[in-house]
């Protein structure tokens, strides 16, 4: 019986234990909250505007040729030669390869000769028609014979005019013994070395791509086509280009083409943009930031991004209310660009929101402005 007494005396000293920490605990949260309420947070803040802002995109795209050429010869010969260096600058009209023109030069000289020897027959059939007529008019010669000097005449001015086309082909096909550049552009491999034999239409000697200018693909979301409508047909719009590790150096372009169909794998729009490139940064293959500015929205309501905090309700920020306490309030971002977010709905301009310190606030917390504190102490000797 004493031991039952024991442990009920036991007990009742355990619960009044417990009874007095847990009062104690709930007198510190208490005199935590008054502490919260009575010293001011030191947090930065910053107001919420109104100005014009960018609808734009950013992405990555790839850096294309404006016109690539492969280089093929026309006539089947002996390479004897190559004009260019691999990867150099190539000049448009410049000499690329020439092929052995002695098998061409003749057959042009050939040509030239069954053109001569026509032009020879071609003469004569005319002086003896003449002289057929004369003599049919005189009554001296029989009208079959006018007529088969008239008919030769004309046989051999046919024959002229294949002579002639005969001796053109062959002077085209001497002159594509020399290979020259259609464009300005960037050598790549070469293909064939001097010494091979090379086949008319059927062997590459060089590819070229024109690199001033050049174009940059980059695909947009198929939900922001809306915006994209008639601005392609009224006028480019901007694009910039920043390469990888040099985003201080801006390519200025603008968007020249747009898919007529959305990529049903990925939902995009593809697009391309053309770019000067007189600097010669852009490569093609290579991957660049793109920047697509597709309009101006004139009255956006602008906050720092560093305000915009996540929640169980979704994003929000906090609002300084006249007293200098803070309230959490719920806002709509619609996008962000560069550390500005756009607000949708949740404030109104003259708004003044916590930009840093927001992890020791919460609802009714005091707060006071460090960046205002900083100056006072500045201006103190």
Same mark, same amino acid.
């Given at each position: 019986m004493k031991k039952l007494l024991g442990l009920l005396l036991l007990a009742g000293l355990v619960a009044v234990c417990v009874w007095r920490i847990q009062g104690?605990?709930?007198?510190?949260? /208490?005199?935590?909250?008054?502490?919260?309420?009575?010293?001011?947070?030191? #947090?930065?803040? /910053?107001? #919420? #505007?109104?100005?014009?802002?960018? #609808?734009?995109?950013?992405?990555?795209?790839?850096?294309e040729p404006a016109t690539t050429v492969t280089i093929r010869a026309q006539v089947t010969g002996l390479l004897l030669e190559t004009g260019f260096t691999e990867g150099g600058m190539i000049q448009a009209g410049q000499l690329l390869a020439r092929i052995d023109p002695r098998p061409f030069a003749a057959e042009l000289r050939q040509a030239e000769a069954a053109l001569a020897r026509t032009q020879a027959q071609y003469t004569n059939a005319q002086i003896e028609a003449r002289r057929v007529v004369e003599l049919f008019d005189k009554k001296f010669s029989s009208e079959n014979d006018r007529d088969l000097a008239l008919t030769a005449v004309a046989a051999l001015r046919a024959s002229l005019l294949a002579d002639e086309a005969s001796v053109e082909s062959a002077r085209i096909r001497l002159g594509y013994c020399e290979i020259r550049a259609p464009l300005f552009g960037c050598a790549g491999r070469r293909q064939v070395d001097a010494g091979n034999l090379v086949m008319a239409n059927t062997t590459p000697l060089v590819t070229i791509h024109q690199v001033q200018p050049v174009d940059v693909s980059f695909a947009i979301p198929q939900q922001e086509m809306a915006r994209l409508q008639g601005r392609t047909q009224t006028g480019e719009l901007p694009v910039e280009a920043r390469l990888p590790g040099e985003l201080a150096l801006v390519e200025s372009g603008g968007l020249t083409f747009r898919d007529n169909a959305v990529d049903a794998a990925t939902g995009t729009l593809l697009l391309k943009a053309r770019f000067a490139n007189a600097a010669g940064r852009l490569w093609p293959g290579q991957f660049v930031h793109v920047r697509l500015v597709a309009s101006i929205e004139t009255n956006a309501l602008v906050i720092p991004y560093r305000a915009v905090q996540n929640g169980q309700q979704g994003t929000y920020v906090y609002l300084v209310l006249p007293d200098n306490t803070v309230t959490d309030r719920v806002v709509q971002i619609t996008r962000t660009l560069g550390e500005e977010s756009l607000v949708g709905k949740g404030v109104v301009p003259g708004d003044v929101v916590v930009t840093d310190g927001q992890q020791q606030l919460r609802p009714g917390a005091a707060i006071t402005n460090a960046a205002a504190s900083s100056l006072r102490n500045s201006r103190q000797p």
């Open positions: 104690l605990q709930e007198r510190r949260a /208490a005199d935590t909250k008054k502490d919260i309420k009575r010293r001011p947070a030191s #947090v930065l803040l /910053a107001p #919420v #505007v109104c100005k014009p802002m960018p #609808v734009e995109w950013q992405t990555f795209g790839t850096v």
